[in-house]
């Protein structure tokens, strides 16, 4: 150990005493201070870096989490786990968490926060020494990679200790990724490298938590190799009883697989239900971990309900279900964890759903763990940043500078989506040859992509020689065929590169040290400024001359279905591995790429769990972040944007049915009264064929608009229909607008509806669900009088649209275009439509102080980390909206600037905003999932 790492050690144990005595945060300058009384003893004094010592302290100790949040149905459970805790000895775990400081260097905040979660997730499973029979279900909403296998690893050796003993873990769908799980858990909990009986050394060589203590012991049925699944040969070796060691099956979700695991676990089963002839363990407590749970594991047949909605016990589950299911069927003792970061489909499962022949449904109707983002954690929000919400909480979060916008990957420019080196649409798909120029080779994005990896591959090295491993990602289509295309080709360009680096441009101009010296000083210089790292970068006479080695050591993987190559960092561990990997499927989800430093990604979808999944750029990256580049187009970031500020709502309004002690059925009933929210592909949403949707408390605004000039004046025409009938407004001049108060029948507001056109991607507003919404109100008596306002400039540059509005002095709204998309596109994106003070503008005074108190009184039950450290003075929305009566709703109209959507017209563009006062009789409308997702749509294929 050196003298550097030695006094690491010393102050990272004082340091932790010192927060376990104070209960408070470190500072910086408890740090600096602890540093400074070890560098004071004679040997410390030389050969330690102060700077260095303090940084990797400050990554350990400044590193904060929340604590994970809960909700539950504790139906047929008992609390058992605060009682046993000090009975338990906790073996499994001990060494597991020794593993975690030692080996994978997590500091105490980070391995406190993992006992946190697996002792939250543990409590809600069942003690496995409860007598009769007893079925746990649920749910940990985790984040896209952020150590979800380090999580259910420590829930794993928990469950052991505990007591169970059959442990089965549903890794993914592909081979690398199970194997890959499997050498995790081989690390974490078993302690030694599973491998084939065969080679006579199954359980000899030790690894990972073995080397901090013999502990306790466990069987896996399961091997590390590529091929090592479940194979009943194997398994007959082992015997499966309520006193044997905990036996590990990792095992991919696959239909041969799992019926030979699931017969073989039958034909071992001691009992038989007399009734139905039923097989099962009476004594053996079971728990199955399902990673990506929302992945293969889904029923998507169509859910057939009797006349009293209840769900049909002969239904015929998809077969991945049902297989699950009946491993689950199969246990008289039996707990179901699925793992995701994108839970949407899961929570759509009917919670009712049952068959008399494989049992309840996946439904994760004991509990949901929602587990907050560590601070170090770089997610979709600070990559692509967040789009402002005030009424949900959302402030405004400015993307890291690290994304670089793409279009010469087709032939945009003539309109035709079918050309270009990776057109968004192939007329062949699987014969399609990607030229550049009429050439087979890269487009300039992509090669200005990889000397980016070049360049932050030997700073990464410099910078964290202990970091091994480097990756680049390429995700461009899901053809294998053209995969293969495209890694000869990045191949043929890094031969070029190499050659030119290693022998010279001659009197080529620039020569390829002034490119890379470009990128250095107009890309790399200014992007770690702005990223506010803590890391600073080094000369570029230093990185210059060790970017040829680096250059020689990147390997090109393809990985996909039909390749050999894997990413075997397994075989690299100890001298690391720098690859570009291009892959479609095999990379969209759960397989780790160590150390990914640069993306080039144009594959998309337009299903929120899918195209969140396939950002495998999400991580741990603090140390170098300033290395990171994307290059993507304006559609995906926008795409990806929206989920983000999306994703981030969603467990906002988790943490509110926390606080209200709500179940995971009225979570699931809660998400699906969001449109927004609708993020899943639409056979997974079976139970749902028909939703329901209250805007109740609401506000629908209009942010997406079809730019075509038909729509714009047909909108214009529907706004001057409304306004002849309104007659003289109430109060109004152009600086503010104009204001119809209290006087509007509902009658006049549906029309207004019935002739607007909202954009098909509007779901929030669109205008057929919101006159649904108000018809059934108006059967309650609500909402059957209205509000109109009539949105104005009084800014003298604010463009004058008097002409439109039939003599009233109107100057137009200015709303930016949204920064991700280009102007002249097909459609027009804002982020905001509504300005807060217009919505409260129909307020009396009392109703404004009624909106005033509530507002205040949201503020106090809080928990967001940046809330305002002083009581609020403005009516926030859902003030207004609760401070409203039932009966009056309020139509706001904005005339938008057009030139904005880079459009040469005369007329404004129309948008729409409705607030709705808060109700307790709010009539859901329901709609057809099929027909909202039709206009989403799913897959733009390549």
Not at 355 to 365: E, N, V
Not at 496 to 512: T, V
Not at 837 to 842: F, L, Q, R, V
Request: proline content about 5%; hydrophobic content about 35%.
């Amino acid at each position: 150990m050196s003298v550097f790492e030695t006094a690491l050690g010393i102050c990272q144990s004082l340091l932790a005493m010192d927060k376990m005595e104070s209960g408070t945060p470190l500072t910086f300058e408890n740090i600096a201070s602890k540093v400074d009384e070890i560098l004071a003893i004679p040997s410390f004094s030389k050969g330690v870096d102060r700077e260095a010592l303090i940084r990797q302290l400050e990554e350990l100790f400044t590193t904060w989490a929340n604590e994970p949040s809960a909700i539950g149905n504790d139906d047929d459970h008992k609390p058992w786990l605060s009682t046993k805790l000090t009975e338990i000895k906790w073996q499994f775990w001990s060494r597991y968490k020794i593993y975690l400081t030692e080996r994978a260097k997590l500091g105490p905040i980070a391995v406190a926060n993992v006992e946190k979660v697996t002792d939250e997730v543990l409590g809600r499973l069942e003690d496995p020494d409860r007598d009769g029979p007893w079925d746990r279900r649920g749910l940990v909403m985790g984040h896209v990679q952020s150590g979800k296998t380090a999580t259910y690893t420590g829930l794993i050796c928990k469950a052991a200790d505990s007591g169970y003993k059959v442990i089965i873990v549903l890794a993914g769908l592909h081979n690398n990724l199970r194997s890959q799980t499997q050498i995790r858990l081989d690390e974490g909990f078993l302690g030694f490298k599973a491998v084939p009986p065969k080679t006579d050394s199954y359980g000899f060589e030790k690894t990972g938590v073995a080397e901090f203590g013999t502990g306790p012991k466990a069987d896996s049925v399961t091997n590390r190799l590529e091929k090592g699944d479940f194979k009943k040969a194997f398994a007959d070796q082992f015997g499966m009883h309520a006193g044997g060691n905990p036996l590990l099956f990792v095992v991919k979700k696959n239909v041969p697989v799992l019926k030979h695991l699931s017969g073989w676990i039958n034909h071992s089963a001691e009992s038989t239900d007399p009734e139905t002839g039923r097989k099962f363990h009476r004594h053996i407590p079971l728990l199955i971990i399902d990673d990506e749970a929302d992945q293969a594991s889904v029923d998507t047949k169509t859910l057939a309900l009797d006349e009293f909605g209840q769900p049909d016990e002969d239904h015929n589950p998809t077969i991945t279900n049902q297989l699950i299911r009946s491993l689950l069927y199969a246990f008289d003792k039996s707990a179901y964890v699925g793992f995701t970061a994108t839970p949407f489909a899961n929570i759509f499962i009917h919670e009712q759903a049952r068959t008399k022949t494989h049992g309840d449904d996946l439904f994760p109707r004991s509990f949901i763990v929602n587990l907050p983002a560590p601070s170090n954690y770089t997610g979709a929000a600070r990559i692509f940043g967040i789009e402002e919400d005030p009424d949900a909480g959302l402030p405004e979060t400015v993307p890291a500078p690290i994304t670089y916008i793409i279009s010469d990957h087709a032939l945009t420019e003539k309109s035709d989506e079918t050309q270009g080196w990776m057109p968004p649409k192939l007329v062949d798909k699987t014969d399609h040859i990607p030229l550049y120029d009429g050439e087979r080779k890269i487009p300039p994005s992509l090669r200005e992509a990889i000397l980016c990896f070049i360049i932050s591959t030997t700073v990464k090295k410099i910078r964290l020689p202990d970091q091994l491993f480097n990756s680049m990602l390429i995700h461009v289509t899901r053809f294998t065929k053209i995969q293969e295309i495209v890694r000869e080709e990045v191949e043929t360009e890094l031969k070029n590169i190499e050659k030119r680096l290693e022998f010279g441009d001659g009197s080529r101009k620039p020569s390829i040290q002034d490119e890379f010296y470009s990128l250095w000083l107009n890309n790399y210089i200014p992007t770690s400024k702005n990223t506010n790292s803590s890391s600073t970068l080094p000369d570029w006479s230093v990185v210059s001359v060790q970017l040829l080695q680096v250059l020689k050591s990147i390997k090109v993987k393809s990985i996909n279905g039909s390749a050999l190559d894997s990413l075997d960092y397994e075989l690299h561990k100890e001298s690391g591995l720098s690859i570009i990997a291009i892959g479609g499927d095999k990379l969209s989800r759960g397989l780790t790429l160590e150390g990914l430093t640069v993306s080039y990604f144009l594959r998309s979808s337009k299903m929120y769990d899918t195209l969140m999944q396939m950002g495998r750029w999400f991580g741990y990256r603090e140390k170098y972040l300033d290395l990171c580049r994307l290059y993507t187009t304006s559609e995906l970031f926008e795409w990806f944007q929206h989920i983000a500020t999306a994703t981030e709502e969603l467990r906002l309004e988790f943490d509110h049915m926390v606080n209200i002690g709500a179940t995971p059925k009225e979570y699931g009933l809660r998400v699906r009264s969001h449109p927004a929210m609708l993020v899943t592909s639409a056979v997974k949403m079976k139970s749902g064929t028909t939703l329901s949707l209250s805007y109740a408390g609401d506000i629908s605004e209009t942010i997406i608009f079809n730019t075509a000039k038909s729509t714009i004046q047909n909108n214009l025409e529907a706004t001057n229909h409304l306004l002849r009938s309104l007659g003289i407004p109430s109060t109004g001049e152009r600086a503010g607008g104009y204001l119809w108060r209290n006087i509007v029948n509902s009658t006049t507001i549906l029309d207004f509806l019935s002739l607007y056109e909202s954009h098909n991607e509007a779901i929030r507003a669109d205008t057929k669900l919101l006159s649904k919404y108000i018809s059934k109100q108006n059967g309650q008596g609500e909402l059957v009088e209205w509000s109109v306002k009539l949105a104005s400039s009084g800014l003298k540059e604010a463009p004058d649209y008097s002409s439109c509005f039939g003599g009233l002095s109107v100057g137009a709204i200015f709303r930016a275009q949204n920064s991700a998309i280009e102007k002249n596109s097909k459609k027009f994106s804002i982020k905001r439509l509504v300005n807060p003070s217009d919505e409260s503008a129909d307020l009396s005074k009392d109703e404004t102080s009624i909106a005033l108190e509530k507002t205040r009184e949201l503020w106090a039950s809080s928990t967001r980390k940046n809330k305002p450290t002083e009581p609020p003075i403005q009516v926030s929305g859902r003030g207004i909206r609760f401070a409203r009566p039932k009966k009056r709703g309020m139509l706001i109209i904005y005339p938008l600037d057009s030139t904005e959507a880079g459009l040469d017209i005369k007329i404004p563009i129309i948008g729409i905003a409705i607030s709705f006062p808060n109700s307790n009789t709010a009539q859901e409308i329901s709609y057809t999932v099929n027909n909202v997702f039709t206009k989403i749509g799913d897959y733009d294929e390549f």
